[in-house]
């Protein structure tokens, strides 16, 4: 069996708030740079936080994208979000939003309502994941994944399952489509389950543990909210629950292109970056209201 070994295990680094509803941990680029996670360009994590109630919803604002997807996985709260391109809706516990921004859209997210007013607990991820040179400048496009829909592997005797967002895993593939490989999975782990997974030695691989506590390849344990980043030198790696846990895992082919970023654009030149902000500025985004 070809082993993938664990490279490095971080803690997260200090949060910070990105508008005033998403206090979140970058572990990507802050800590793994675009390069070494590509296709992954971009994590955000919102460990588990209490936010109070308010009649005013937290969030972000209007803001553009270009060049990549934005995915948001919810597991508490709920988010509600427009875009330009006309896609609204919720993201409830459980569900996962995949915008394809590509050639560029206006976006804003914000808590839903009904929960703004209750409050409670928060928790959720947001990745960028690159897009090819060649698809940057595609039509945007829009992926709600709810979780009913969700492609799912359970565990033999129901000790766990796994809900594979995209990719495949034990022959089960994917809800989401992607423009290159791309494997993003949940685990559900009872105390004790463990479970073996394969991905090529090449695909820039992680585990983020969002609950619990795991133990990589039988000797590496990873604490909540903790990130483990794998080497490339080996294609498979055992997860076993040392208590009841919820973990992510991610998993990629590089894409070996250039890469150029400022804010929220992404992509191959700082020429391309340069007509992203003219394209903006100029209204090419479309409209959407704050």
Do not use: C
């Not at 105390?191 to 969002?210: D, K, M, Q, R």
């Not at 990130?227 to 590089?254: C, H, R, Y």
């Amino acid at each position: 069996m070809n082993i993938k070994n664990i490279e490095r295990v971080v803690s997260p680094p200090p949060h910070h708030f990105v508008g005033d509803g998403f206090r979140v941990h970058n572990f990507i680029p802050s800590i793994f740079s675009m390069e070494r996670m590509s296709p992954f360009i971009m994590m955000d994590y919102n460990s588990k936080h209490i936010f109070p109630a308010t009649e005013n919803p937290r969030g972000v604002g209007v803001h553009p994208h270009r060049g990549f997807e934005t995915v948001s996985i919810a597991y508490k709260g709920k988010i509600a979000h427009h875009d330009s391109a006309g896609n609204s809706g919720v993201i409830e516990e459980g569900d996962v939003q995949w915008m394809t921004a590509a050639s560029g859209v206006l976006h804003k997210e914000y808590h839903e309502k009904e929960y703004s007013k209750k409050g409670g607990e928060f928790h959720m991820v947001q990745l960028w994941v690159n897009l090819p040179s060649s698809d940057k400048m595609s039509k945007p496009k829009y992926q709600s994944i709810v979780n009913h829909d969700i492609s799912k592997y359970y565990l033999p005797n129901n000790i766990g399952r796994i809900e594979i967002i995209a990719g495949e895993h034990n022959g089960i593939k994917g809800s989401a489509s992607t423009f290159t490989p791309v494997h993003l999975m949940n685990g559900y782990f009872n105390e004790g389950s463990s479970e073996t997974f394969h991905f090529p030695s090449n695909f820039n691989t992680a585990l983020l543990v969002l609950e619990g506590k795991v133990k990589i390849n039988g000797n590496q344990i990873v604490d909540t909210d903790q990130f483990a980043l794998f080497k490339n030198d080996g294609e498979t790696f055992e997860v076993t629950a040392m208590e009841q846990s919820l973990f992510l895992i991610l998993s990629g082919e590089p894409i070996n292109e250039p890469i150029a970023a400022h804010g929220p654009f992404v992509m191959n030149t700082r020429q391309e970056i340069i007509q992203a902000f003219e394209d903006f500025n100029d209204g090419k985004f479309g409209e959407l209201a704050d």
